[in-house]
């Protein structure tokens, strides 16, 4: 028998609900809360993409850029889930330029050869 998805396996062997349950008690906090509910994220796909397990880990931290980025957000007006994208977007934005600046280093070590 295929089993297209963890939760599906999970109910097969009649675990489901207890997994269910045993997230919304070991999590805790606002981590918990994103991965037990889905409040954070992107509907049925989920909450725990590596970007939003980034922002959520910056946010948890006072004093951490990312924390005084979501602050400034939030107290431009915009909600707490609007600055959460943000901060998401800002995040892959950093990770995008690394990659960028790690590809041109791979580009050049190639081309001086060892």
């Known amino acids: ?34 991965r037990s509910t889905g409040c954070l994220g992107a509907g049925a796909a989920g909450s725990t993409t590596p970007s939003t397990l980034a ?22 007006g915009k909600t707490g889930r609007e ?8 995040i892959s934005d950093v990770i995008y330029r690394q990659l960028q600046i790690d590809a041109q280093r791979a580009g050049a070590s190639s081309a001086t050869g060892p």
């Open 1 to 34: 028998m295929r089993v297209p998805t963890a939760r599906s396996q999970s109910n097969s062997y009649g675990l489901g609900e207890r997994l269910g349950r045993q997230s919304e008690l070991v999590g805790g906090g606002l981590l918990g809360l994103a």
């Open 55 to 76: 922002a959520v880990t910056q946010i948890r931290h006072p004093h951490s850029d990312g924390r005084a980025y979501y602050d400034r957000k939030i107290t431009e």
């Open 83 to 90: 600055a959460i994208r943000s901060l998401k977007r800002r």
